[in-house]
Structure formats: structure tokens, C-alpha cells
């Protein structure tokens, strides 16, 4: 069973709503990325937030969330594309732990059809944690106001739960409908009350979320947990090398041992082709 997300329309035209269920994609980060208890919430919250700015704005688009911890303590970095494979890593700093807290900030970055980058960086005010900084991202870069909720529960090294949702106030929203909404959500379990009741599967959250509101399924896609590595991509990072550097790695004859930081795929690169990086480069 893999995850997926769903989109939804109010048929009144006010709220467009993207729910997700993002347990084994946060699973799979969690596990290659060796994460426990309060880190891996934190990186499995970064994922799920990810994945739902990428879902709601542009799910055609790779983007990036990287979390960076209280006073620049470590970092996370969420990868999701367009296909709904998604990757992580988490940064641990020298000292310290990485934690919400003062001055961690939030970043949120796209990489658009001819290659640019757009980016937009928030503060993460630790007491509203990443749901509230997506919302202020969404607000100031998007100029987009919605309900964002993200959450994991996790024990030790298992993810119970990832998932989370977006509520979009469209611009035809009126008075009425917004008020129906905001009652609906101030009398809403936390996120994690929902998750941990069972609701995290995204036609329960959906249906949670738009109680009597009629509404209609407009799409449903895919989540995984996949890294994009390869031995080519590898190889041709490695041409880029100066040719003094893969020399270098050749110099005492041994194969040359390296680990995918995000998914931890281990390679293993014979002299032969290392020379015939030094030769074509
Ligand atoms: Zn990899």
C-alpha cells in the first residue's frame, strides 16, 4: 500500500482542500536516514508539509523544503518531484541537536520548468511548529490563505502516522462559508488527535474536513519514498571532478566506496572506471 493525496473542490466554489496520507514515505525516509523519537516527527513533518505545498501549488514542479534548526543547528532537507517520489535527509549539527526553537527557519524552494529556482523563507515560531510556518510561507510567497495542518506520530524508529491537509480559500469565498470553516476547524482535533484515531487515511481526513460541505473529488495521486540516485548520476557527478581530485581517489588502487546520503544505496566504483572518468573528463 503506497501513500497517496487527494483533491477536492467545495461545489459552493470557497475551499479547495489537498489531504494526504504520507506514513511510509516518512517510514522509508525515517528508516535510511536513521531517525528516532523527537528527530524523526521533525523530519517526517518536514516531508509531509513538502509534499502538500508541492501537491496544492505546483505538482508539477520539483520542490524542496530544508528546515533549518534552532540558531542554524542542523538541517532538513525534503525532496519531492513531480512523479510523487520524495527523498529526505537530515543534516545532524556538530553540537547540539537540531529542534524547533528560536531562529529556525523554514525554506521553501521550487525549481522551475527553465531551472530557476524560486524560493520563499519563513521563520518557524516554535509554539505554531511547521503547520504554522507553511501557512505564513503560503501567505507571504504564495499569497494564498489557507488551514494547513501537518503531523507525525512516531515511537523510537516506527512512524504510526504521517499525513496532514490544506484547506485553500479560493477567491469566490464568501462571508458564510469561511465562517462554517474556521467553526469547523476551531472545534477540530489537533492533527494529531486525528492521526492517532485512525483518520490519517485521506478519504476519512477528507471527509472529516468537509462535513456537510457538498463537495467533489478532483484528483488523486501517488506518494512514495524513492531516491533518484543511480550509479550514472553518480558517475557523472564524479566527471565533473577536477582531474587532479579523481586522481587523487585513484592514487592508492582501491575501488572507490561511496553512500547515497539520502537513501543510503551504498556504490562501489572499480580503478578502471574511475581512469576512464580521468580519461573522457
Ligand atoms: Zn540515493
Do not use: W
Amino acid at each position: 500500500m503506497s501513500d497517496h493525496v487527494l483533491r477536492a473542490l467545495t461545489d459552493d466554489g470557497a475551499f479547495r482542500v489537498v489531504v494526504l496520507d504520507a506514513t511510509e514515505t516518512s517510514q522509508g525516509v525515517v528508516t535510511a536516514q536513521k531517525a528516532t523519537d523527537a528527530r524523526a516527527q521533525l523530519l517526517a513533518e518536514v516531508l509531509t508539509g513538502t509534499v502538500l505545498v508541492r501537491e496544492t501549488m505546483s505538482p508539477d514542479l520539483r520542490v524542496q523544503g530544508i528546515f533549518q534548526g534552532h540558531d542554524g543547528k542542523g538541517r532538513i532537507i525534503a525532496d519531492s518531484f513531480p512523479d510523487g517520489t520524495t527523498r529526505g535527509l537530515m543534516q545532524l549539527p556538530k553540537e547540539g541537536d537540531i529542534t524547533l526553537g528560536d531562529h529556525a527557519v523554514l525554506n521553501m524552494m521550487r525549481t522551475l520548468h527553465n531551472g530557476e529556482l524560486s524560493q520563499g523563507v519563513v521563520s518557524v515560531d516554535p509554539r505554531e511548529g511547521i503547520s504554522g510556518a507553511l501557512m505564513q510561507y503560503m501567505q507571504a510567497s504564495e499569497q494564498v490563505t489557507s488551514f494547513i495542518a501537518v503531523g507525525a506520530i512516531v515511537r523510537g524508529s516506527v512512524v504510526a502516522r504521517a499525513g496532514g491537509y490544506i484547506v485553500q480559500l479560493l477567491p469566490e469565498v464568501g462571508e458564510g462559508p469561511l465562517m462554517v470553516m474556521t467553526e469547523r476547524l476551531r472545534e477540530f482535533e489537533s492533527i494529531y488527535g486525528l492521526l492517532g484515531a485512525g483518520n490519517a487515511e485521506p478519504n476519512k481526513l477528507l471527509e472529516e474536513l468537509l462535513h456537510l460541505m457538498p463537495h467533489t473529488k478532483v484528483g488523486e495521486s501517488e506518494v512514495r519514498f524513492e531516491c533518484k540516485c543511480s550509479e550514472e548520476r553518480l558517475a557523472l557527478s564524479l566527471a565533473t571532478l577536477p582531474k587532479r581530485d579523481i586522481a587523487e581517489l585513484l592514487a592508492d588502487g582501491a575501488p572507490l566506496e561511496i553512500d547515497c546520503d539520502y537513501c543510503a544505496r551504498h556504490y562501489r566504483f572499480a580503478p578502471e572506471r574511475l581512469r576512464g572518468l580521468l580519461a573522457t573528463s
